[in-house]
């Protein structure tokens, strides 16, 4: 039975993405009580992605460019709360995948149901 890629998006990179938010926001100026709530989380989920024990997937993320020009860009929305880190769950996923930080051999065996929605109305 295969697996679906949104579980692996939501217990390994949404953290990953979470962290990397969370220390660009600190380099902003923010505390971790601003950036929890900005987040939707507590402030000592906060201190564990700032003191990287929490979103291990980061370090990985945050070595592409094109990852982390969304990240900058989901900071300021947060930022002005203009949305809810929440609602892009698919878009994240997409942004890492297509990004090419995710191998090819570890997204095989998974499935996307977006891509399968797609793929039925061709």
């Not at 024990?53 to 592409?64: K, Q, Y």
């Not at 989901?74 to 996923?93: F, P, R």
């Amino acid at each position: 039975m295969a697996e679906l890629f949104c579980k692996k998006t939501i217990t390994e990179i949404l953290p990953a993405v979470r962290a990397l938010v969370a220390l660009t926001m600190v380099e902003r100026g923010f505390n971790q009580t601003d950036i929890s709530k900005m987040l939707g989380t507590s402030q000592p989920a906060v201190s564990q992605y700032i003191n990287h024990s929490r979103g291990s997937l980061a370090n990985s993320l945050a070595s592409n460019k094109k990852v982390m020009e969304y990240v900058l860009a989901l900071s300021q929305k947060l930022i002005s709360k203009y949305t809810d880190i929440n609602t892009h769950t698919c878009e994240i996923c997409k942004v890492t995948r297509d990004s090419g930080v995710i191998s090819k051999e570890y997204m095989t065996p998974l499935l996307c149901l977006l891509e399968i929605k797609e793929g039925s109305n061709e």
